[in-house]
């Protein structure tokens, strides 16, 4: 089954203690992507990356970094995590077919809290 | 990329059919039409999309204007699984970069 695995699905934490959501998907997606979705504001993209080694800042990168070592994997890493950071996580992968972009696949979201 | 307008809610009567509109009027000609759905606070799910065409997928139909400045997107029989926000989203493809931008959206509620 094709799909995008976000881990952890809760996750309650301190200020400044590093983090890390693990993403993976299992459809050989050269596009994938972080957003956060918060209340009155929408899903905004956080990072993305167009394939492996390559990435880049989304429209609200600050405060957080990412990876991409392995096509199937995109983590996204809070190294000093602050309140305003808490929100709703979503990972999402794509593919690319003759520079046409495919439907976007997301995880089931991380519900993050920092306190 | 071009910039949507949608109606904040709408209901639905369970069976019937669910017309969820979107304006966007500033497209451009390659610019696609996109519609995701998410329930509750799950991952957005993508239901359809189209350029000039409509289209009809086991999920919906998407009926895009001559003009390309309105869609409508279709639930044939809506059912109260169906109760979601609806987000209409108008994509240019670069081959590179990718973002999909969501606005705010159509809460759509079916109802019994």
């Known amino acids: 089954e094709a799909q995008v695995t976000q881990n952890p699905r809760y996750l309650i934490t301190v200020t400044g203690k590093k983090l890390t959501v693990t993403c993976s998907q299992n459809?050989?997606?050269?596009?994938m992507s972080w957003y956060r979705q918060d209340p009155g504001l929408g899903l905004r993209q956080i990072y993305y990356s167009m394939n492996v080694e390559v990435t880049d800042k989304g429209d609200v990168p600050e405060g957080y970094k990412v990876s991409r070592k392995e096509k199937r994997n995109f983590p996204l890493i809070l190294e000093s995590p602050s309140p305003n950071q808490t929100s709703l996580y979503f990972c999402?992968?794509?593919?690319?077919?003759?520079?046409?972009?495919?439907?976007?696949?997301f995880g089931q979201g991380t519900r993050l809290t920092v306190v | 990329d071009a910039k949507t307008t949608q109606p904040p809610s709408m209901d639905c009567a369970e069976g019937r059919a669910a017309n969820l509109p979107c304006n966007h009027s500033t497209i451009s000609g390659n610019e696609y039409v996109y519609w995701y759905r998410q329930i509750h606070s799950q991952g957005p799910q993508y239901i359809i999309h189209g350029l000039k065409n409509n289209e009809t997928n086991e999920m919906a139909s998407l009926i895009i204007t001559e003009d390309r400045k309105s869609s409508t997107l279709i639930l044939p029989h809506a059912t109260l699984r169906d109760t979601a926000v609806y987000y209409c989203i108008v994509r240019w493809f670069s081959g590179g970069y990718n973002k999909l931008i969501f606005g705010a959206g159509t809460r759509l509620a079916v109802h019994p």
């Open positions: 459809m050989n997606h050269e596009y």
């Open positions: 999402a992968s794509s593919s690319v077919d003759r520079g046409l972009d495919t439907e976007a696949f």
